[in-house]
């Protein structure tokens, strides 16, 4: 009923960017927290980039400088522009949310499909 559909990952050379889309769409009431997420071969997912429903931005250490967080409350979706990309920042992207449905009353986290992000050096 609900989903999220991310778009933009691709092969890039190191200190190129990228720009990713999601876009949270069905049987949506409010949106609270989105964020980008990211995977590594090996590792454990982690956290990239989050924004609050009022703006508020929190990024990796990692990322900090290079990427951009934002998003469109009206439309239902979060950016990740990323910039001065690194070998080190490849991995599976994924989108993430925490929705409440209509008719619902508990908030719970979505999740994307995830997009592949290739930085060759």
């Known amino acids: 009923q609900v989903q999220l559909v991310e778009s933009g990952g691709g092969l890039v050379q190191a200190g190129g960017s990228l720009r990713l889309a999601c876009t949270a769409a069905g049987d949506i009431f409010s949106i609270n927290l989105m964020g980008w997420y990211r995977q590594a071969p090996g590792k454990q997912r982690e956290l990239v980039a989050s924004?609050?429903?009022?703006?508020?931005?929190n990024y990796a250490d990692a990322v900090k400088g290079r990427f951009t967080i934002s998003r469109d409350n009206a439309k239902n979706t979060v950016d990740l522009q990323m910039n001065s990309l690194k070998p080190e920042d490849t991995g599976v992207y994924y989108c993430n949310a925490a929705i409440t449905r209509r008719w619902y009353k508990s908030e719970r986290d979505y999740w994307g499909q995830g997009t592949q992000v290739t930085v060759s050096s």
């Open positions: 924004v609050t429903s009022g703006g508020m931005k």
